[in-house]
């Protein structure tokens, strides 16, 4: 199967929350694909963020772009739903935080998302081989979640080119996103190992052209596949 087309997406745990809609407004017409929301509930991670009220919020402003919503909580599913009504385009959770990961997958989509199973830097892939056929994206976190402005970890290269083997071999259309110190000094080998999705919170949000480094991402990515 062939390699889907890239996608960049901001994460807006870096955006200056002061600034939302402007600032989403603003990477959008940089020439990002998407919309990285990163809900975390002091409870799954150690830290708190944004819920449904601030995705709604986006619609109405006007966000036309899908938002790719990372759920660090537990339980996930009631959530789930909250963010699928809220206009959410993507849902992605952590199969540790569902006690019945396939019945979440069917829930989502069949609330109109499409969905994503995250994996933590040391978390194993087991579950990933029963629910191939529910699933449209493999997240793979390069950091511990909770935080911006990590430093990517190594190890996940090689994550990311045995879960692009396992795609690779299911014969389904499953994008590949990485998360987590993305730059775009290390994007090209991300790439490489086998990422379709980039997202990018402090090397986008933290620059001060938004244009020039997504074309950077874009460029070092072209480079490398
Ligand atoms: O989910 C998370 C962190 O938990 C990420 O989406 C970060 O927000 C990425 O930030 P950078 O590492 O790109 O600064």
Redesign the pocket.
């Known amino acids: 199967m062939p390699r889907q087309s890239p996608i960049i997406a901001p994460?807006i745990?870096?955006a200056d929350f002061a600034r939302l809609g402007e600032e989403v407004d603003q990477v959008i017409a940089a020439g990002a694909d998407w919309v990285?929301f990163?809900v975390?509930d002091n409870h799954y991670?150690p830290?708190l963020t944004i819920g449904p009220m601030v995705c709604e919020a986006l619609r109405k402003h006007g966000v036309t772009a899908p938002i790719d919503v990372?759920l660090?909580v537990e339980p996930v599913d009631e959530l789930a739903q909250m963010f699928a009504k809220a206009g959410a385009s993507l849902i992605s959770f952590h199969p540790e935080a569902s006690r019945h990961v396939d019945r979440s997958l069917q829930a989502i989509r069949a609330a109109g998302c499409k969905t994503g199973l995250v994996f933590n830097p040391a978390t194993p892939l087991d579950v990933l081989r029963y629910v191939m056929d529910k699933v449209d994206m493999v997240l793979l976190?390069s950091?511990?979640?909770?935080?911006?402005?990590?430093s990517?970890i190594p190890a996940a290269l090689d994550k990311l080119r045995e879960v692009r083997a396992l795609i690779d071999a299911s014969g389904h259309e499953i994008r590949l996103e990485i998360?987590?110190?993305?730059k775009a000094d290390n994007i090209g080998a991300i790439a490489a190992a086998g990422a379709d999705t980039f997202?990018?919170?402090?090397?986008?949000f933290?620059a001060s052209d938004y244009q020039a480094t997504i074309r950077a991402m874009r460029d070092a990515i072209a480079e490398a596949v």
């Open positions: 994460s745990l870096s990285h990163d975390m991670v830290n990372h660090m976190m950091v511990n979640p909770g935080f911006g402005g990590q990517f998360d987590g110190g993305v997202v990018a919170g402090s090397a986008i933290g």
